[in-house]
């Protein structure tokens, strides 16, 4: 067995850890040696965004005693960095088993450190912890959640005072003291419980009322109040503030999928519990399709992603991918500010690298700033938070589902965004339209793009290490062209430097570093290359795109934009 494994083994065993965990590791010493090896041969890593693995004993698993030593070192943080203020933070949870316990665990190791904690008396969004952190005037705050993994999953989010998830310096600064606490012992676990409050409906009814605001076209729901609408949170939060929400805007005809409307760490009806998943959907479908719905939504465990179907051009239900979303919604809030007179000059929207670049071209032919930053709503909310001061901020999202709408809320919302994919569709429909004529307008407009994501799993040990010995081979050996269109830029984020390989000029990024590869082609195909920070997963994003003279075009250069994206995968030995 790993020596690493058998030193931590027999640490545990030693320690102060309770009879049950010790009992279970001595019945993994006989019956799964190769599970107990899994679950002891590092320490579950406290990343840039927190904690996220499977629940079990073991210090490579999400337990009592992992994330209390990670709540100890945030702790300790925290008190350095504010050092003659009152500390205080929100702590919520999703819907997995035994994040309720392990918030709790939060709450009792932060209150015993002297810090006032907040902590919801139920499951929550995340997006409602991210705007309670800022509400509250908090320092900070923890989401008991693994988002959108299988359910043998459980996670931990932290953010700072902005109601963000850590950026530099701070999740470096936070790495270092959670890495200090290398004992069960060095942990305060209890003492300070009269330091915890419990919120709940106040919370939520100020929630409500904030995203209520971000509606642009009251007056078409209105009219159009009786949109016929179908909602799953696939077993999740969203079932705790989405019908609200959209009662709040005025719709009337919203249809929970009931099969999914109750909250369930084991997620029953799905393998996994993302939207972005046509599996996880297909429930929503069905009911959509035997309602004629307008449009269907379906939320993942902590509500932070959102999943759209609508019925194409054909009649066909369809599930929209994330940069079709993104695009919609970015279009909407730009254009329909305009035409209500809403817009300022100073407006700014925020993308990332990966997301597709006609968000980008929806922007410049509308004169207002887009800026790229890198992957992950930490980043636009970091940016968003220096520029607000000179530009007004009005949405940012990315193509992994998720939407940031308005500046009150610091991370993805998929709540929020249930409520004006609503609106949106509300406003076609008094147009005379659906969401994916719009689409098809927008396409003829700002020219025809089309992305889709393929993703490789490398599990267990020696899955990282595969994972990184493709980037290298990609890095050392960049392909020369790709589908028959020269590779002429090259940019590597990791050494934060981008490539003119006709010209041979390179320059800075600006960005800071990140295990990002993208190459874009002579025709406009762009290529990029990820490892996921928070599953075991080697991502590759791949655009392309055409021009639409008109919707007749669509489905010939639909299938032509698929068959250029077949050709690269193919090339790339990815399918």
């Known amino acids: 067995m790993n020596e690493n494994a058998l030193a931590n083994i027999n640490t545990w065993l030693a320690g102060n850890y309770d009879a049950a965990t010790k009992e279970t590791i001595q019945k993994l010493q006989v019956e799964n040696p190769g599970e107990l090896e899994e679950s002891f041969y590092r320490s579950l890593e406290f990343g840039t965004g927190g904690l996220r693995g499977i629940m079990g004993v073991g210090t490579n698993r999400m337990n009592k005693y992992t994330v209390g030593m990670a709540t100890q070192g945030f702790a300790n943080y925290m008190k350095k960095s504010f050092p003659n203020e009152e500390v205080k933070v929100v702590i919520g949870h999703d819907c997995r088993n035994n994040s309720r316990f392990?918030?709790?665990?939060?709450?009792?190791?932060?209150?015993?450190?002297?810090?006032?904690?907040?902590?919801?008396?139920?499951?929550?969004?995340?997006?409602?912890?991210?705007?309670?952190?800022?509400?509250?005037?908090?320092?900070?705050?923890?989401?008991?959640t693994a988002s959108h993994n299988p359910k043998e999953y459980n996670g931990y989010k932290a953010y700072w005072d902005d109601g963000a998830q850590l950026v530099p310096p701070h999740d470096k600064n936070v790495i270092v003291e959670v890495d200090a606490i290398s004992n069960v012992d060095d942990v305060k676990w209890n003492g300070g419980e009269a330091n915890i409050t419990i919120i709940g409906k106040e919370m939520d009814d100020q929630y409500t009322e904030m995203v209520k605001g971000l509606s642009v076209y009251p007056e078409v729901i209105a009219k159009q109040h009786d949109l016929k609408i179908v909602y799953t949170p696939i077993h999740g939060t969203g079932i705790m503030l989405a019908p609200k929400v959209l009662a709040a805007f005025g719709f009337t005809n919203v249809h929970v999928v009931e099969e999914q409307s109750t909250p369930d760490g084991n997620f029953p009806t799905v393998v996994y519990p993302n939207p972005e998943e046509s599996e996880a959907m297909s429930i929503g479908l069905k009911k959509a399709k035997e309602l004629d719905a307008d449009i269907l939504l379906g939320t993942d465990p902590d509500s932070d992603r959102v999943g759209v179907g609508v019925k194409n051009h054909k009649g066909e239900w369809v599930l929209m991918n994330g940069n079709q979303t993104a695009v919609l919604a970015f279009a909407y809030m730009i254009e329909a500010r305009k035409k209500k007179g809403l817009a300022q000059d100073n407006d700014m929207v925020?993308?990332?690298?990966?997301?597709?670049?006609?968000?980008?071209?929806?922007?410049?032919?509308?004169?207002?700033?887009?800026?790229?930053?890198?992957?992950?709503?930490?980043?636009?909310?970091?940016l968003l938070k220096e520029k607000e001061a000179d530009e007004n901020y009005i949405i940012g999202g990315e193509e992994s589902f998720g939407l940031m709408i308005g500046d009150k809320v610091r991370d993805k919302?998929?709540?929020?965004?249930?409520?004006?994919?609503?609106?949106?569709?509300?406003v076609e429909k008094e147009n005379g339209r659906s969401l994916?004529?719009?689409?098809?307008?927008?396409?003829?407009?700002?020219?025809?793009?089309?992305?889709?994501?393929?993703?490789?799993?490398?599990?267990?040990?020696?899955?990282?290490?595969?994972?990184?010995?493709m980037m290298a081979g990609y890095r050392a050996n960049p392909p020369a062209t790709i589908d028959g269109s020269p590779v002429v830029e090259v940019l590597d984020y990791e050494k934060q430097i981008g490539k003119d390989l006709e010209s041979g000029e390179s320059w800075e990024t600006g960005l800071p570093k990140s295990n990002v590869l993208q190459f874009i082609t002579e025709d406009g195909s762009k290529v990029s290359a990820r490892p996921s920070g928070t599953e075991p997963k080697i991502k590759f994003y791949f655009s392309v795109q055409t021009d639409l003279q008109s919707k007749e075009q669509f489905d010939e250069k639909f299938a032509y934009l698929q068959a250029k994206i077949n050709a690269i995968s193919a090339e790339l030995k990815l399918s």
């Open 350 to 382: 925020i993308s990332t690298i990966v997301t597709t670049n006609m968000i980008n071209e929806v922007a410049k032919q509308n004169d207002i700033s887009c800026y790229n930053v890198l992957t992950g709503f930490k980043w636009i909310a970091s």
């Open 413 to 426: 919302d998929a709540i929020s965004a249930v409520a004006l994919m609503c609106e949106m569709a509300a």
């Open 102 to 144: 392990f918030a709790e665990t939060v709450a009792n190791v932060f209150a015993a450190n002297g810090i006032k904690v907040y902590l919801f008396d139920a499951l929550r969004p995340t997006p409602e912890i991210s705007y309670a952190i800022r509400t509250l005037g908090c320092k900070g705050g923890v989401v008991c």
């Open 436 to 469: 994916f004529d719009k689409m098809i307008e927008l396409y003829i407009q700002y020219g025809f793009y089309y992305e889709t994501l393929i993703s490789i799993t490398k599990k267990g040990m020696n899955g990282q290490k595969e994972i990184a010995d």
